[in-house]
């Protein structure tokens, strides 16, 4: 547990960050009047998701490796704090579309059909609390592992 610890820490510290981007999103309109800049405007998120594996990445190295780290191990270090936050992204799906937005599917929903982007079908299939926790997931797991291999290449140090 003790070699997991600086991952698990820095994954619950990326989620409530990711809550408060919700916050974010909601309070800006970007779930509801804005909702068609939202899929765009959500990749301002990024470079916060990059400082994140930064700084957990930083503290593996300067905590646990003595100030060094090779790229391997700073890599692994970030694949395993993806996997910390893909596992607690459904908690995070479920307090944002339960509490933060709650009409968020209806609005997004409502947008794609009324603007011939989707069927009623279609939409409805798409935009879910089931289907978003899998997408939270698996983007997380993906994203985290290409991003820690980034993220490694300038935190190594010999």
Do not use: C
């Amino acid at each position: 547990m003790k070699h997991i610890k600086i991952e698990l820490k820095w994954a619950f510290i990326f989620t409530v960050m990711a809550l408060a981007w919700m916050l974010l999103e909601k309070t800006l309109g970007w779930h509801d009047e804005d909702i068609a800049d939202h899929y765009w405007l959500t990749m301002l998120f990024l470079p916060f998701v990059v400082f994140m594996y930064v700084l957990a990445i930083r503290e593996k190295r300067r905590r646990f490796y003595a100030k060094k780290i090779t790229w391997k191990q700073a890599f692994f270090s970030g694949v395993i704090m993806s996997v910390f936050v893909a596992m607690l992204s459904p908690l995070g799906q479920y307090v944002t579309h339960n509490y933060i937005t709650p009409e968020y599917f209806k609005n997004v929903i409502d947008y794609s059909v009324t603007n011939n982007l989707m069927t009623i079908k279609k939409a409805n299939a798409y935009f879910n609390i089931n289907n978003y926790i899998m997408q939270a997931a698996f983007g997380a797991l993906i994203s985290g592992v290409l991003i820690s291999a980034i993220v490694a290449i300038f935190m190594r140090r010999k």
